[in-house]
């Protein structure tokens, strides 16, 4: 028996969802008197990480078994990193790879599958794992009673515990077959911040009255070392990109702080950012919705307030350093 | 071609959500449900846009019990041709892919559409499961798709970006924003809905792996505490000191 979580690099690097993932593995290890195995799919520099927050052992997939990404060909390779591990959990972020993933692999070992955990177990009487639903509004708590079970976690839902151990690390040439999918082409945003892995994010909306004065919110943002973020009606009329677009049909995110600028807090803007461990809004108008679900609120004119909020935090800034 | 759209109902986006009978039940009442939005505007509006450029057909296939018709009506008014409804629970992600699954097998269908997920259980999984049962290849959360001949291009979200992506006819997709914009049905698609053939099938035998067996809310907030619009310094201090998140 054993936990075995799956990771994929990012430029080389094990992404901040990876790490959470495989914290959340070997915790769940502990709970269930076994080990954590982290399957590698990627080059990876820093594949040590894994260790320091209690894997065990590190499956290295060979650079050319998987060059690509292809869901038939990695939950293959995920079946037999089972197999070999004997894994009985099989835990994988629930980000857009675990998304595309998770399902088949479920489906390939007959598992049952909670997909966006916020939180390990229950196994006092059964396997009971919370999850999140109704677009961040409710919980469920799902009883899994398959003998293998697939969790994917939600990102930023489950703090990480640095174990300092390290892990041993096996080179693994699994058999995948041949894929259906071919990469043609990727294409990074130019965003320097991944808005779904930021654990700050500032966000604007209609308030603005215009695509020219979004100069205010990015200098806040750059300074607090922030990703931007947009609602929809201002990524639909191409004041900003649509890959900033948060809410119910863009992007849902769960950042540690979330700074909402002139945006009234629509039921399908706060679908998308209700996670957020705390919300500020800065809105005219103090009948605005969103207030209701801020914990910390500014009734004002965002022209006004937003020069004064940006020296305000350089003055923080300094005199915190 | 024969493009198949896998439908749900969901609960419309301003239902208050609630539970009865002790937590374990959503409370349906005065619940409004709608087709699952993803389900409607990207997967079903982009299939019907390739039928009407490429030729073909347009089928939804839905999971549940007769309460689902007014949904699965709704799509038909969008201007599917017909619809297939499986009569079982759905109960778990697994047994609603393979009832549909079991019928694919039956009826082959050259893409199969799915929403990126519904908008109650959030879980994004029904399109993988599929593709997995039927060992073909499954995009997810496309943006895009376009098909020539029996190669179909589409876009997917990654991490901090887009992936442009090729695969043959058949496979699996699930849709995301940017796939198309919704429609509005009219007058004429609304009468022509009510004769559209909605077929009922009987469910196959399907594990059921997950139940939930209680609901929680989310945590009220403690209220919103105002700073001065004239003074916002202090919003720092108490995002570091307080809320401990800077």
């Known amino acids: ?321 | 071609m024969k493009l198949l759209v896998c439908i749900s109902k969901a609960p419309d986006t301003t239902s208050k959500i609630s539970f009865t009978e002790n937590n374990t039940k959503f409370n349906e009442a005065g619940v409004q449900y709608i087709i699952n939005p993803y389900d409607e505007w990207y997967a079903l509006v982009r299939a019907l846009e390739l039928k009407e450029t490429l030729g073909g057909t347009v089928t939804t296939i839905t999971v549940g019990k007769a309460d689902n018709e007014p949904t699965i009506r709704k799509a038909l008014a969008i201007g599917a041709d017909d619809a297939v409804r499986i009569d079982a629970e759905a109960s778990d992600a697994l047994a609603v892919a393979k009832q549909i699954a079991d019928y694919v097998k039956n009826n082959s269908y050259d893409i199969i559409f799915c929403g990126k997920e519904t908008i109650d259980y959030n879980g994004s999984q029904v399109g993988g499961m599929i593709a997995e049962l039927l060992d073909l290849s499954y995009v997810s959360l496309a943006s895009k798709l376009e098909v020539n001949g029996n190669t179909a291009t589409l876009e997917r979200d990654i991490q901090g970006g887009k992936e442009v992506v090729e695969t043959n006819i058949p496979f699996v997709v699930s849709c995301a924003k940017g796939m198309a914009e919704a429609r509005i049905p009219n007058m004429r698609g609304i009468m022509a809905a009510r004769t559209k053939p909605l077929q009922v099938l009987p469910g196959s035998e399907a594990p059921k792996l997950t139940e939930i067996v209680a609901y929680s809310l989310l945590p009220e907030k403690a209220g919103c505490k105002f700073i001065d619009a004239e003074n916002p310094g202090e919003l720092f201090q108490l995002l570091h000191n307080e809320a401990k998140v800077i």
């Open chain 1, 1 to 321: 028996m054993s936990v075995l979580v799956y990771t994929e690099p990012h430029n080389e690097k094990i992404s901040k969802n990876a790490i959470e993932a495989a914290s959340y593995a070997s915790k769940l290890a502990t709970l269930l008197g076994t080990t954590a195995t982290a399957l590698v799919c990627g080059e990876a520099g820093d594949a040590e990480t894994l260790g320091q927050v209690g894997i065990s052992k590190i499956l290295q997939v060979t650079s050319g078994s998987i060059s690509q990404f292809d869901t038939q060909k990695l939950s293959k390779a995920v079946q037999e990193a089972v197999q070999k591990e004997k894994a009985t959990v099989i835990v994988f972020s629930h980000d857009f790879s675990g998304k595309a993933i998770a399902p088949r692999v479920a489906a390939k070992l007959g598992a049952g599958l909670v997909a966006g955990a916020v939180s390990l177990p229950d196994t006092s009487s059964g396997f009971i794992v919370k999850k999140a639903v109704f677009s961040g509004k409710a919980f469920a708590h799902v009883s899994v009673t398959s003998e293998v079970k697939v969790i994917s976690l939600l990102p930023n839902s489950f703090s990480v515990e640095k174990t300092g151990g390290t892990a041993s690390i096996e080179s693994f040439s699994p058999e995948t077959g041949k894929a259906g999918v071919t990469v043609k082409e990727i294409r990074k945003e130019s965003a320097k911040l991944s808005l779904t892995e930021a654990d700050l994010v500032v966000s604007a909306g209609r308030g603005m009255k215009g695509p020219e004065n979004w100069g205010n919110i990015e200098e806040l943002a750059t300074l607090m070392g922030a990703a931007t973020a947009c609602s929809r009606p201002v990524a639909d009329i191409g004041w900003r990109p649509h890959h900033e677009h948060v809410g119910q049909t863009g992007l849902a995110i769960r950042p540690n702080l979330y700074i909402a600028v002139g945006i009234s807090g629509a039921i399908q803007h706060l679908a998308g950012v209700n996670g957020s461990k705390v919300i500020v809004v800065i809105n005219t108008d103090a009948e605005a919705p969103f207030f209701k679900a801020a914990d910390y609120g500014i009734v004002g004119d965002a022209f006004q307030v937003l020069p004064k909020l940006i020296e305000a935090y350089k003055q923080f800034k300094a005199s915190n350093n």
